[in-house]
Protein backbone atom coordinates (compact mmCIF):
# COMPACT_ATOMS: atom_id res chain seq x y z
CA UNK A 1 0.00 0.00 0.00
CA UNK A 2 2.74 2.44 1.48
CA UNK A 3 4.65 1.36 -2.31
CA UNK A 4 1.69 2.15 -3.88
CA UNK A 5 1.26 5.99 -2.06
CA UNK A 6 4.78 6.66 -2.97
CA UNK A 7 4.53 5.93 -6.54
CA UNK A 8 1.04 7.91 -6.55
CA UNK A 9 2.90 10.91 -4.63
CA UNK A 10 5.49 10.82 -7.36
CA UNK A 11 3.75 10.88 -10.08
CA UNK A 12 1.70 14.07 -8.43
CA UNK A 13 5.03 15.69 -8.16
CA UNK A 14 6.19 14.82 -11.57
CA UNK A 15 2.87 16.33 -13.18
CA UNK A 16 3.51 18.95 -11.38
CA UNK A 17 7.04 19.83 -12.25
CA UNK A 18 5.92 19.21 -15.52
CA UNK A 19 3.35 22.00 -15.38
CA UNK A 20 5.47 24.12 -14.14
CA UNK A 21 8.05 23.57 -16.93
CA UNK A 22 5.50 24.36 -19.57
CA UNK A 23 4.13 27.13 -17.75
CA UNK A 24 7.51 28.92 -17.74
CA UNK A 25 8.42 27.75 -21.46
CA UNK A 26 5.36 29.61 -22.54
CA UNK A 27 6.47 32.62 -20.35
CA UNK A 28 9.16 32.81 -21.69
CA UNK A 29 7.79 33.00 -25.58
CA UNK A 30 5.43 35.31 -24.54
CA UNK A 31 8.42 37.50 -22.83
CA UNK A 32 10.77 36.92 -26.29
CA UNK A 33 7.42 37.86 -28.56
CA UNK A 34 6.88 40.71 -26.61
CA UNK A 35 10.75 42.01 -27.43
CA UNK A 36 11.30 41.06 -30.38
CA UNK A 37 7.53 42.94 -31.46
CA UNK A 38 8.78 45.87 -29.34
CA UNK A 39 12.54 46.20 -31.41
CA UNK A 40 10.66 45.74 -34.79
CA UNK A 41 8.05 47.92 -34.52
CA UNK A 42 8.94 50.60 -36.65
CA UNK A 43 8.70 53.40 -34.80
CA UNK A 44 10.23 57.26 -35.12
CA UNK A 45 9.96 58.48 -31.66
CA UNK A 46 6.94 57.32 -30.48
CA UNK A 47 5.25 57.14 -33.94
CA UNK A 48 4.02 54.18 -35.76
CA UNK A 49 4.27 54.22 -39.52
CA UNK A 50 0.19 54.42 -39.70
CA UNK A 51 0.33 57.31 -37.29
CA UNK A 52 3.09 58.87 -39.27
CA UNK A 53 1.45 58.60 -43.09
CA UNK A 54 -1.53 59.92 -41.55
CA UNK A 55 0.13 63.11 -39.97
CA UNK A 56 2.10 63.62 -43.67
CA UNK A 57 -1.02 63.13 -45.48
CA UNK A 58 -2.86 65.87 -43.03
CA UNK A 59 -0.17 67.78 -43.80
CA UNK A 60 -0.07 67.23 -47.62
CA UNK A 61 -4.13 67.82 -47.62
CA UNK A 62 -3.78 71.16 -45.37
CA UNK A 63 -1.35 72.33 -48.63
CA UNK A 64 -3.68 71.15 -51.07
CA UNK A 65 -7.17 73.37 -49.25
CA UNK A 66 -4.57 76.23 -48.11
CA UNK A 67 -4.95 79.68 -50.25
CA UNK A 68 -2.66 79.72 -53.25
CA UNK A 69 -1.63 83.63 -51.37
CA UNK A 70 0.06 81.25 -48.33
CA UNK A 71 1.20 78.01 -50.37
CA UNK A 72 2.87 80.44 -53.03
CA UNK A 73 4.92 82.14 -50.53
CA UNK A 74 7.35 78.68 -50.36
CA UNK A 75 7.78 78.58 -53.73
CA UNK A 76 9.27 82.23 -53.69
CA UNK A 77 10.92 81.91 -50.95
CA UNK A 78 12.71 78.76 -52.78
CA UNK A 79 13.38 80.91 -55.93
CA UNK A 80 14.79 83.84 -53.45
CA UNK A 81 16.90 81.79 -51.24
CA UNK A 82 18.07 79.38 -54.19
CA UNK A 83 18.64 82.41 -57.03
CA UNK A 84 22.58 82.19 -57.41
CA UNK A 85 22.36 77.84 -57.97
CA UNK A 86 19.70 78.53 -59.99
CA UNK A 87 21.36 80.79 -62.12
CA UNK A 88 24.03 78.79 -63.03
CA UNK A 89 21.96 75.71 -63.10
CA UNK A 90 20.23 77.93 -66.25
CA UNK A 91 23.97 79.01 -67.36
CA UNK A 92 24.44 75.42 -68.16
CA UNK A 93 21.50 74.51 -69.58
CA UNK A 94 22.09 77.75 -71.81
CA UNK A 95 25.70 76.53 -72.35
CA UNK A 96 24.74 73.56 -73.43
CA UNK A 97 23.67 74.59 -77.23
CA UNK A 98 25.59 76.03 -79.79
CA UNK A 99 27.08 79.56 -79.31
CA UNK A 100 24.32 81.82 -81.12
CA UNK A 101 25.97 82.72 -84.50
CA UNK A 102 26.61 86.28 -86.44
CA UNK A 103 23.29 85.48 -88.67
CA UNK A 104 21.01 84.50 -85.60
CA UNK A 105 22.15 87.74 -84.00
CA UNK A 106 21.18 89.21 -86.78
CA UNK A 107 17.46 87.86 -87.32
CA UNK A 108 17.20 88.76 -83.37
CA UNK A 109 18.06 92.30 -84.60
CA UNK A 110 15.57 91.76 -87.59
CA UNK A 111 12.86 90.86 -84.94
CA UNK A 112 13.20 93.75 -83.18
CA UNK A 113 13.33 96.18 -85.82
CA UNK A 114 10.17 94.67 -87.15
CA UNK A 115 8.47 94.69 -84.01
CA UNK A 116 9.65 98.42 -83.83
CA UNK A 117 7.79 99.15 -86.74
CA UNK A 118 4.66 97.57 -86.47
CA UNK A 119 4.69 99.22 -82.79
CA UNK A 120 5.24 102.51 -85.12
CA UNK A 121 2.69 101.79 -87.54
CA UNK A 122 0.07 100.88 -85.11
CA UNK A 123 0.28 104.43 -83.03
CA UNK A 124 0.63 106.29 -86.24
CA UNK A 125 -2.76 104.94 -87.11
CA UNK A 126 -4.11 106.03 -83.95
CA UNK A 127 -3.04 109.37 -84.42
CA UNK A 128 -4.25 109.81 -87.75
CA UNK A 129 -7.60 108.80 -85.88
CA UNK A 130 -6.87 111.16 -83.38
CA UNK A 131 -6.11 114.00 -85.45
CA UNK A 132 -8.91 113.54 -87.62
CA UNK A 133 -11.06 113.82 -84.21
CA UNK A 134 -9.49 117.05 -84.14
CA UNK A 135 -10.32 116.77 -80.12
CA UNK A 136 -8.75 119.26 -78.04
CA UNK A 137 -7.59 117.00 -75.73
CA UNK A 138 -4.22 116.96 -74.37
CA UNK A 139 -2.01 114.69 -76.19
CA UNK A 140 1.19 113.20 -75.45
CA UNK A 141 3.68 111.14 -77.29
CA UNK A 142 3.23 107.27 -76.46
CA UNK A 143 4.93 106.09 -73.55
CA UNK A 144 6.38 109.43 -73.19
CA UNK A 145 6.69 110.05 -69.23
CA UNK A 146 6.94 106.24 -68.46
CA UNK A 147 9.86 104.84 -67.48
CA UNK A 148 11.23 102.02 -69.06
CA UNK A 149 13.22 99.67 -66.15
CA UNK A 150 15.58 97.08 -67.53
CA UNK A 151 15.78 94.03 -65.72
CA UNK A 152 17.89 91.13 -66.24
CA UNK A 153 15.57 87.79 -66.55
CA UNK A 154 15.62 83.80 -65.81
CA UNK A 155 12.55 82.08 -67.71
CA UNK A 156 10.82 79.48 -65.97
CA UNK A 157 8.82 77.40 -68.49
CA UNK A 158 7.74 73.35 -67.88
CA UNK A 159 4.90 72.08 -69.21
CA UNK A 160 2.22 73.85 -67.45
CA UNK A 161 3.44 77.55 -66.16
CA UNK A 162 5.41 80.05 -67.94
CA UNK A 163 6.94 82.74 -65.39
CA UNK A 164 10.31 84.80 -65.69
CA UNK A 165 11.77 85.82 -62.54
CA UNK A 166 13.32 89.58 -63.39
CA UNK A 167 16.12 91.50 -60.98
CA UNK A 168 13.68 94.43 -59.99
CA UNK A 169 11.37 94.59 -57.35
CA UNK A 170 8.72 97.12 -55.55
CA UNK A 171 12.11 99.69 -54.19
CA UNK A 172 12.62 99.95 -57.74
CA UNK A 173 8.92 101.24 -58.89
CA UNK A 174 7.49 98.06 -60.15
CA UNK A 175 4.27 97.10 -59.47
CA UNK A 176 1.41 94.57 -59.75
CA UNK A 177 -0.49 94.32 -63.51
CA UNK A 178 2.60 96.14 -65.07
CA UNK A 179 3.84 95.34 -68.67
CA UNK A 180 6.78 93.80 -69.99
CA UNK A 181 8.57 94.01 -73.04
CA UNK A 182 11.36 92.01 -74.42
CA UNK A 183 12.95 92.91 -78.13
CA UNK A 184 9.96 94.90 -78.15
CA UNK A 185 7.14 93.35 -77.63
CA UNK A 186 5.16 92.77 -75.13
CA UNK A 187 5.57 89.51 -73.14
CA UNK A 188 3.62 89.42 -70.53
CA UNK A 189 3.13 90.76 -67.27
CA UNK A 190 4.00 91.37 -63.53
CA UNK A 191 1.74 89.26 -61.16
CA UNK A 192 3.65 89.18 -57.74
CA UNK A 193 6.18 91.22 -56.80
CA UNK A 194 8.90 91.56 -53.40
CA UNK A 195 11.22 93.93 -52.46
CA UNK A 196 13.83 93.45 -55.17
CA UNK A 197 12.60 90.37 -57.27
CA UNK A 198 8.82 90.16 -59.37
CA UNK A 199 7.72 87.74 -60.93
CA UNK A 200 6.57 88.12 -64.80
CA UNK A 201 3.27 86.01 -65.80
CA UNK A 202 4.31 85.22 -70.04
CA UNK A 203 1.19 86.11 -71.73
CA UNK A 204 1.26 82.39 -73.15
CA UNK A 205 0.76 81.34 -69.28
CA UNK A 206 -3.05 79.40 -68.93
CA UNK A 207 -3.81 81.83 -66.27
CA UNK A 208 -2.87 85.04 -68.35
CA UNK A 209 -5.88 86.93 -69.79
CA UNK A 210 -4.61 90.04 -71.69
CA UNK A 211 -6.73 92.62 -74.11
CA UNK A 212 -5.41 92.58 -77.14
CA UNK A 213 -6.17 93.70 -80.72
CA UNK A 214 -5.65 92.31 -84.14
CA UNK A 215 -4.20 94.84 -86.85
CA UNK A 216 -6.40 96.85 -89.14
CA UNK A 217 -9.10 94.77 -87.63
CA UNK A 218 -11.46 97.43 -84.75
CA UNK A 219 -12.13 94.74 -82.08
CA UNK A 220 -11.30 94.50 -78.81
CA UNK A 221 -10.75 90.50 -77.73
CA UNK A 222 -9.03 88.81 -74.68
CA UNK A 223 -6.45 86.61 -74.86
CA UNK A 224 -5.69 83.76 -72.67
CA UNK A 225 -2.68 81.81 -72.52
CA UNK A 226 -2.68 78.42 -74.02
CA UNK A 227 0.58 77.17 -71.84
CA UNK A 228 2.38 75.64 -75.33
CA UNK A 229 4.07 79.08 -75.86
CA UNK A 230 1.53 80.17 -77.43
CA UNK A 231 -2.40 81.62 -76.76
CA UNK A 232 -5.80 81.68 -78.01
CA UNK A 233 -7.44 84.97 -78.88
CA UNK A 234 -11.20 84.29 -77.61
CA UNK A 235 -15.27 84.70 -79.15
CA UNK A 236 -13.26 86.07 -82.29
CA UNK A 237 -16.74 85.91 -84.63
CA UNK A 238 -15.68 84.77 -88.21
CA UNK A 239 -17.35 87.97 -90.12
CA UNK A 240 -13.75 89.50 -89.13
CA UNK A 241 -11.25 88.20 -91.69
CA UNK A 242 -8.04 87.36 -89.74
CA UNK A 243 -4.73 85.38 -92.02
CA UNK A 244 -1.99 83.51 -90.77
CA UNK A 245 0.56 86.03 -90.08
CA UNK A 246 -1.47 89.14 -88.94
CA UNK A 247 -0.03 90.70 -86.28
CA UNK A 248 -1.28 90.68 -82.71
CA UNK A 249 -1.46 94.48 -80.52
CA UNK A 250 -1.65 94.66 -76.77
CA UNK A 251 -4.63 96.66 -76.09
CA UNK A 252 -4.01 100.36 -74.09
CA UNK A 253 -4.84 99.72 -70.43
CA UNK A 254 -5.35 103.63 -68.62
CA UNK A 255 -2.01 103.18 -65.80
CA UNK A 256 -0.39 100.55 -68.17
CA UNK A 257 0.01 101.16 -71.14
CA UNK A 258 -0.89 103.95 -73.45
CA UNK A 259 -0.08 102.56 -76.73
CA UNK A 260 -0.67 99.24 -78.57
CA UNK A 261 2.32 97.50 -79.05
CA UNK A 262 2.55 94.22 -80.69
CA UNK A 263 2.76 90.94 -78.43
CA UNK A 264 2.32 88.34 -80.98
CA UNK A 265 1.76 87.20 -84.70
CA UNK A 266 -1.66 84.76 -85.72
CA UNK A 267 -0.14 81.33 -86.51
CA UNK A 268 -3.03 79.35 -86.74
CA UNK A 269 -6.74 80.49 -87.76
CA UNK A 270 -10.00 78.25 -88.18
CA UNK A 271 -13.20 77.98 -87.16
CA UNK A 272 -13.82 76.66 -83.49
CA UNK A 273 -14.40 73.12 -84.04
CA UNK A 274 -17.62 73.82 -80.56
CA UNK A 275 -18.67 77.11 -82.34
CA UNK A 276 -18.08 77.38 -85.76
CA UNK A 277 -19.41 80.77 -85.65
CA UNK A 278 -16.06 81.47 -83.80
CA UNK A 279 -12.58 81.56 -84.76
CA UNK A 280 -10.12 79.48 -83.48
CA UNK A 281 -7.17 82.22 -83.35
CA UNK A 282 -3.87 81.00 -81.94
CA UNK A 283 -0.99 83.43 -81.77
CA UNK A 284 2.59 82.94 -80.70
CA UNK A 285 5.06 85.84 -79.38
CA UNK A 286 7.14 87.68 -81.61
CA UNK A 287 10.35 86.87 -79.31
CA UNK A 288 12.71 83.98 -78.57
CA UNK A 289 11.34 84.04 -74.12
CA UNK A 290 13.24 80.79 -73.83
CA UNK A 291 16.58 82.97 -74.74
CA UNK A 292 15.82 86.20 -72.81
CA UNK A 293 18.25 87.62 -70.61
CA UNK A 294 17.13 90.94 -70.08
CA UNK A 295 13.60 92.50 -70.31
CA UNK A 296 12.07 96.07 -69.66
CA UNK A 297 9.23 96.59 -67.64
CA UNK A 298 7.09 99.47 -68.53
CA UNK A 299 6.17 101.88 -65.06
CA UNK A 300 3.54 104.44 -66.52
CA UNK A 301 3.70 106.56 -63.73
CA UNK A 302 6.85 106.70 -62.04
CA UNK B 1 19.20 57.28 -42.54
CA UNK B 2 21.56 59.87 -42.51
CA UNK B 3 18.92 62.93 -42.68
CA UNK B 4 21.63 65.88 -43.40
CA UNK B 5 23.01 64.14 -46.48
CA UNK B 6 18.92 63.56 -47.18
CA UNK B 7 18.55 67.37 -47.34
CA UNK B 8 21.17 68.35 -49.55
CA UNK B 9 20.40 65.62 -52.04
CA UNK B 10 17.12 66.79 -52.00
CA UNK B 11 17.78 70.07 -52.57
CA UNK B 12 20.35 69.70 -55.30
CA UNK B 13 18.40 67.49 -57.18
CA UNK B 14 15.69 70.33 -56.90
CA UNK B 15 17.75 73.06 -57.98
CA UNK B 16 19.03 70.62 -61.13
CA UNK B 17 15.56 69.73 -62.01
CA UNK B 18 14.18 73.67 -61.49
CA UNK B 19 17.08 75.00 -63.57
CA UNK B 20 19.09 72.95 -65.74
CA UNK B 21 16.32 70.65 -66.99
CA UNK B 22 13.45 73.58 -66.72
CA UNK B 23 13.19 74.52 -70.36
CA UNK B 24 13.61 71.00 -71.85
CA UNK B 25 10.53 69.17 -73.46
CA UNK B 26 10.96 65.51 -72.49
CA UNK B 27 13.56 65.15 -69.26
CA UNK B 28 13.65 62.58 -66.28
CA UNK B 29 12.07 63.51 -63.47
CA UNK B 30 14.84 63.30 -61.12
CA UNK B 31 12.78 63.79 -57.89
CA UNK B 32 10.48 61.39 -59.07
CA UNK B 33 13.99 58.70 -59.42
CA UNK B 34 15.09 59.63 -55.59
CA UNK B 35 11.51 58.86 -54.39
CA UNK B 36 11.82 55.37 -55.81
CA UNK B 37 15.36 55.43 -54.67
CA UNK B 38 14.70 55.77 -51.27
CA UNK B 39 11.56 53.85 -51.07
CA UNK B 40 13.11 50.68 -52.67
CA UNK B 41 16.73 51.20 -50.21
CA UNK B 42 14.93 52.78 -46.92
CA UNK B 43 13.17 51.22 -44.50
CA UNK B 44 9.40 51.89 -44.56
CA UNK B 45 9.45 55.08 -42.00
CA UNK B 46 11.93 57.09 -43.71
CA UNK B 47 10.32 55.90 -46.77
CA UNK B 48 7.81 57.57 -46.09
CA UNK B 49 9.24 60.40 -44.53
CA UNK B 50 11.45 61.00 -47.78
CA UNK B 51 8.20 60.50 -50.07
CA UNK B 52 6.51 63.29 -48.21
CA UNK B 53 9.74 65.62 -47.81
CA UNK B 54 10.45 64.61 -51.82
CA UNK B 55 6.76 65.67 -52.99
CA UNK B 56 6.97 69.05 -51.30
CA UNK B 57 10.17 70.02 -52.98
CA UNK B 58 8.59 68.93 -56.20
CA UNK B 59 4.94 71.06 -55.85
CA UNK B 60 8.12 74.31 -54.50
CA UNK B 61 9.86 74.15 -57.65
CA UNK B 62 7.30 75.34 -59.45
CA UNK B 63 6.37 78.74 -59.32
CA UNK B 64 2.98 79.58 -60.06
CA UNK B 65 1.81 76.20 -59.43
CA UNK B 66 -0.91 74.56 -56.62
CA UNK B 67 0.66 73.58 -53.62
CA UNK B 68 -0.58 69.82 -52.08
CA UNK B 69 -1.09 67.43 -55.17
CA UNK B 70 2.59 66.66 -55.75
CA UNK B 71 2.81 66.43 -52.13
CA UNK B 72 0.05 63.85 -51.47
CA UNK B 73 0.86 61.70 -55.03
CA UNK B 74 4.59 61.59 -54.37
CA UNK B 75 3.54 60.30 -50.40
CA UNK B 76 1.23 57.90 -51.40
CA UNK B 77 2.50 56.40 -54.38
CA UNK B 78 6.19 56.28 -52.10
CA UNK B 79 4.24 54.48 -48.95
CA UNK B 80 2.84 52.06 -50.99
CA UNK B 81 6.05 51.12 -53.11
CA UNK B 82 8.03 51.22 -49.64
CA UNK B 83 5.20 48.55 -48.26
CA UNK B 84 5.75 46.70 -51.65
CA UNK B 85 9.33 46.84 -51.53
CA UNK B 86 8.14 44.36 -48.30
CA UNK B 87 6.88 41.95 -50.82
CA UNK B 88 8.85 41.83 -53.85
CA UNK B 89 12.12 42.81 -53.74
CA UNK B 90 13.11 45.58 -56.66
CA UNK B 91 16.91 44.90 -56.72
CA UNK B 92 17.67 44.28 -60.91
CA UNK B 93 17.84 47.64 -62.71
CA UNK B 94 14.57 46.47 -65.35
CA UNK B 95 12.47 46.30 -62.70
CA UNK B 96 14.16 49.28 -60.80
CA UNK B 97 12.73 51.12 -64.39
CA UNK B 98 9.88 49.38 -64.26
CA UNK B 99 9.41 50.36 -60.83
CA UNK B 100 10.34 54.00 -61.78
CA UNK B 101 8.14 53.95 -64.86
CA UNK B 102 4.89 52.82 -63.38
CA UNK B 103 4.74 55.01 -60.22
CA UNK B 104 5.92 58.20 -62.28
CA UNK B 105 2.68 57.14 -64.25
CA UNK B 106 0.47 57.28 -61.53
CA UNK B 107 1.84 59.67 -59.59
CA UNK B 108 1.76 61.92 -63.26
CA UNK B 109 -1.77 61.15 -63.31
CA UNK B 110 -2.98 61.17 -59.88
CA UNK B 111 -1.30 64.72 -59.81
CA UNK B 112 -2.85 65.90 -62.76
CA UNK B 113 -6.37 64.86 -60.88
CA UNK B 114 -5.65 66.74 -57.87
CA UNK B 115 -4.61 69.71 -60.45
CA UNK B 116 -7.89 69.30 -62.40
CA UNK B 117 -9.97 69.06 -59.00
CA UNK B 118 -8.27 72.31 -57.68
CA UNK B 119 -9.20 74.09 -60.93
CA UNK B 120 -5.62 74.55 -62.36
CA UNK B 121 -5.14 74.27 -66.09
CA UNK B 122 -4.09 71.13 -67.83
CA UNK B 123 -1.04 70.70 -69.85
CA UNK B 124 -1.52 70.04 -73.51
CA UNK B 125 -1.22 66.56 -74.15
CA UNK B 126 -0.46 65.64 -70.56
CA UNK B 127 -0.95 61.98 -71.22
CA UNK B 128 2.22 62.28 -73.94
CA UNK B 129 4.23 64.34 -71.65
CA UNK B 130 3.35 62.28 -68.90
CA UNK B 131 4.18 58.70 -70.86
CA UNK B 132 7.56 60.55 -72.12
CA UNK B 133 8.50 61.43 -68.71
CA UNK B 134 8.28 58.41 -67.24
CA UNK B 135 9.48 56.05 -69.50
CA UNK B 136 12.45 58.50 -69.70
CA UNK B 137 12.60 58.38 -65.77
CA UNK B 138 12.64 54.84 -66.36
CA UNK B 139 15.54 54.30 -68.71
CA UNK B 140 17.87 57.11 -66.72
CA UNK B 141 16.88 56.38 -62.85
CA UNK B 142 18.69 53.24 -62.47
CA UNK B 143 21.93 54.60 -62.88
CA UNK B 144 21.39 57.66 -60.75
CA UNK B 145 20.91 55.17 -57.89
CA UNK B 146 24.47 54.37 -57.46
CA UNK B 147 25.63 57.86 -57.20
CA UNK B 148 22.76 58.48 -54.75
CA UNK B 149 23.64 55.29 -52.59
CA UNK B 150 27.44 56.20 -52.40
CA UNK B 151 25.77 59.68 -51.33
CA UNK B 152 23.66 58.65 -48.92
CA UNK B 153 26.03 55.89 -47.54
CA UNK B 154 23.56 53.34 -48.78
CA UNK B 155 24.76 49.51 -49.65
CA UNK B 156 22.64 48.46 -52.67
CA UNK B 157 24.07 44.78 -53.19
CA UNK B 158 22.33 45.02 -56.64
CA UNK B 159 24.61 42.14 -57.98
CA UNK B 160 23.89 39.75 -54.76
CA UNK B 161 21.74 36.75 -55.43
CA UNK B 162 19.67 37.39 -52.44
Not at chain 2, 47 to 68: C, E, K, P, R, Y
Not at chain 2, 132 to 161: C, D, E, H, Q, Y
Request: proline share 4%; with cysteine; net charge positive.
Amino acid sequence: MRDASCVLREAKYDIRNTIYAMRNTIMARKQTRAWISKHNKPRLGSLSRRMLFTLYMLAALIFFIAPENWTKEFQFTFRRVFSWPLSIGRNIQLAAPAQPSLKDALNRREIQYQNYIANLEQQLRIKHREVEKLSNLRNRFPLQGAKLMRAQATASIDGLHSMLTISRGKDDGLDKDQFVLADNSIIGTISDVSSRTAWVKLFTDPTSTIGVKIEQLDVDRTMKGNSNNSAKVQLFPIKYKVKVGDRVFARTKPGFLDAPIIIGKVTQCKRDDEEPSLWDITVEPVCDIENLNDVTVIVMNP
Amino acid sequence: MRWFRFAALVLLVAVLQASALANLNIKPDLLLILLVFFAIYCNTSDAIISSFTIGFAADIIIVGSAMGPQIISFGLFGTALAYLRRVIVIRKMPYQSLAIFITALLAGLLTHFLNLLKGEPAVPNIYAVLFWTSLFSGLVGPFLFLPSAWWMRIKINRFSRR
